[in-house]
T-cell receptor, first 113, second 113 residues
């Protein structure tokens, strides 16, 4: 059973517009959430994270929103740039962060010039 | 610069053979992890280690083993490779489990025929 789900396999947006990537989870014990970005033939790289005590965290063009009641988080990228084209994984962990992450399936973002 | 390296990057082997994937990091991180990436599943945790002589099973550990004899290395061994173990394998390390940031290697693509 997939505890972290990214239901959209792909997303295409125009350069300069907002990209919204979504993630749902089922385990109410998750209390730390992360987004990773992955380019082809490279390993994932950490993008941004949020603790369950917050509902929003910003880092430059990237903002993560957490809705605990809906068990939903989203990553907003504003403005989107062609270099943002990659696979985005959301991940969750229990009991703080132990490094034992549960990943979603990933969403491929394409930003068109 | 400190880094994490995996070898080999690509390997083809036959069913039943023993295979070892190497992972070496120069950050002096205590925490190391092995994940596999498969279509539709995202990344799944195989084994992890929080320090020398410490190893733990992850979500999908059957058919895999690891050993941690020093801080820098966490080799992953497939005792008897199976076609179901065809995948891309990622090693990761972390110096602190509080930030949630794992540093991933570039991956090892394994094909079992």
């Amino acid at each position: 059973d997939q505890q972290v789900k990214q239901n959209s396999p792909s997303l295409s947006v125009q350069e300069g517009r907002i990209s919204i990537l979504n993630c749902d989870y089922t385990n109410s014990m998750f209390d730390y959430f992360l987004w990773y970005k992955k380019y082809p033939a490279e390993g994932p790289t950490f993008l941004i994270s949020i603790s369950s005590i917050k509902d929003k965290n910003e880092d430059g063009r990237f903002t993560v929103f957490l809705n605990k009641s809906a068990k939903h988080l989203s990553l907003h990228i504003v403005p989107s740039q062609p270099g943002d084209s990659a696979v985005y994984f959301c991940a969750a962990s229990v009991a703080g962060n132990t490094g034992k992450l549960i990943f979603g399936q990933g969403t491929t973002l394409q930003v068109k010039p | 610069d400190a880094e994490i390296t995996q070898s080999p990057r690509h390997k083809i082997t036959e069913t039943g053979r023993q295979v070892t994937l190497a992972c070496h990091q120069t950050w002096n991180h205590n925490n190391m992890f092995w994940y596999r990436q498969d279509l539709g599943h995202g990344l799944r945790l195989i084994h992890y280690s929080y320090g020398v002589q410490d190893t733990n099973k992850g979500e999908v550990s059957d058919g895999y083993s690891v050993s941690r004899s020093n801080t820098e290395d966490l080799p992953l061994t497939l005792e008897s490779a199976a076609s179901s173990q065809t995948s891309v394998y990622f090693c990761a390390s972390s110096g602190s489990l509080l930030t949630g940031e794992l540093f991933f290697g570039e991956g090892s693509r394994l094909t079992v025929l």
